[in-house]
């Protein structure tokens, strides 16, 4: 094959590793890439992906697509020479740029503001390639994926996605009506593990109801960014009692639900006053917060004051329940903690399910670290499974 006329694709970083990914897709014309993350820590080689025409050398690149938010996806998106332009849904922008202004006193440059915006299902054609950003659901908002087309040939990129979120019945559908597609990039996080029956979003915030009818004083302990869990918590909070977070997170959540469909709003959600103190003590409150010494404080006074009407729910991922900052908060709420969290990832039985409906011709799994895994998972006779090495170009 001479390459003329063909779509190619390159896997940069993340073939073996969940951190730092990042694809490539190429014609004779087009150079476009997706995402362009650091890797987790201690995971897989920690040195920055170096590419020429993209990150060194002459700018050759005619766009980046950032799928999400999260800093395995766009940790290293500030070293994209500049000119080249990269492209994020809108909202999850407008989500990253206020996490960045917000830290921009402790030294984070702001470069979110110069991402351009994308429209969930508005296609935007550069050269000889149309790029379709798909809805999607991830424990990032507004996450996103990617259908490439042009040369007769179409490339799926799921980005991090799930079913079990509260869109997963959306994103079965796109998967329904996607048409053929050649090949299909998807996250494979949870490949080796099986999890046949795993709860689901719906399922957490049911959790939620419970604990906040219990208890009459209830911390969420869970990502600021994980709009969507914030939401559900806002909304299990009984009339009467106060939904309170900090300032920041209000107005990420303000940004979250600019457009979002009624019932995934969050509610009457409102920055805590230490002035209205009373008043909170009186009725009762859900509260999100985070580690740092601002919420420590008001945590620990609750568990001091009223220990059997307090409970702290931790809702993210167990692995970092380790953390320094995390193990002292959890501490103020020992003996009354829930732990209530389902993934943002895709697990291996819907793994399975999607790539039977979509039953791509060529499929390719990255974003794991469960490389001997990828031999078990079950997939259709007509789609055959690439493992190629990070940086191996393939002809679609
Ligand atoms: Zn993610
Ligand atoms: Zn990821």
């Given at each position: 094959m001479d390459g003329k006329n063909?779509?190619?694709?390159?896997?940069?970083?993340?073939?073996?590793?969940?951190?730092?990914?990042?694809?490539?897709?190429?014609?004779?014309q087009a150079r476009i890439f997706f995402d362009f993350g650091t890797p987790l820590e201690g995971e897989g080689n920690q040195d920055k992906l170096k590419i020429d025409g993209l990150t060194q050398g002459v700018a050759n690149t005619d766009a980046v697509f950032l799928t999400h938010y999260h800093g395995d996806h766009i940790g290293e998106v500030p070293d994209?020479?500049?000119?080249?332009?990269?492209?994020?849904?809108?909202?999850?922008?407008?989500?990253?740029?206020?996490?960045?202004?917000?830290?921009?006193?402790?030294?984070?440059?702001?470069?979110?503001?110069?991402?351009?915006?994308?429209?969930?299902?508005?296609?935007?054609?550069?050269?000889?390639l149309k790029i379709t950003p798909l809805a999607s659901d991830h424990s990032a908002c507004d996450s996103l994926m990617y259908l490439v087309e042009g040369h007769d040939k179409r490339i799926l990129i799921t980005g991090d996605y799930r079913l079990h979120g509260f869109y997963g019945d959306r994103v079965m559908k796109t998967f329904e009506c996607i048409g053929p597609i050649d090949l299909m990039i998807t996250e494979g996080t949870n490949i080796d593990r099986e999890s046949p029956f795993s709860h689901d979003e719906k399922w957490v915030e049911e959790q939620f109801?419970?604990?906040?009818?219990?208890?009459?004083?209830?911390?969420?302990?869970?990502s600021s960014s994980n709009t969507d869990r914030i939401a559900s918590f806002t909304r299990a909070v009984p009339r009467g009692k106060h939904a309170l977070a900090d300032g920041f997170q209000t107005r990420i959540m303000r940004i979250?639900?600019?457009?979002?469909?009624?019932?995934?709003?969050?509610?009457?959600?409102?920055?805590?006053?230490?002035?209205?103190?009373?008043?909170?003590?009186?009725?009762?409150?859900?509260?999100?917060?985070?580690?740092?010494?601002?919420f420590d404080s008001i945590v620990k006074d609750f568990f001091d004051k009223y220990p059997e009407d307090t409970c702290l729910i931790y809702s993210m991922w167990?692995?970092?329940?380790?953390?320094t900052n995390m193990a002292k908060i959890l501490a103020y709420g020992e003996g009354r903690t829930e732990?209530?969290?389902?993934?943002?990832?895709?697990?291996?039985?819907?793994?399975?399910?999607?790539?039977?409906y979509v039953a791509p011709c060529k499929l390719i799994i990255h974003h794991t670290d469960g490389e001997n895994s990828k031999k078990n998972i079950i997939i259709p006779n007509s789609t055959l499974l690439l493992s190629p090495a990070d940086g191996e170009v393939i002809f679609i």
């Open positions: 063909v779509i190619k694709v390159r896997i940069q970083r993340g073939t073996a590793q969940i951190g730092g990914v990042c694809t490539e897709v190429f014609t004779d994209i020479m500049s000119g080249i332009p990269v492209y994020m849904q809108k909202i999850s922008r407008r989500i990253l740029q206020a996490q960045q202004e917000h830290k921009e006193s402790v030294g984070q440059v702001v470069w979110a503001k110069d991402i351009k915006e994308l429209t969930t299902g508005e296609a935007i054609t550069i050269k000889d109801i419970r604990i906040l009818k219990e208890n009459k004083y209830v911390f969420l302990l869970t979250a639900d600019a457009e979002r469909e009624e019932p995934f709003k969050s509610h009457k959600l409102w920055p805590y006053i230490e002035e209205k103190r009373d008043q909170y003590e009186q009725r009762g409150f859900g509260m999100v917060v985070r580690t740092g010494e601002k167990s692995g970092y329940k380790k953390l732990t209530i969290h389902v993934s943002g990832h895709i697990t291996k039985e819907d793994l399975e399910r999607v790539i039977d």
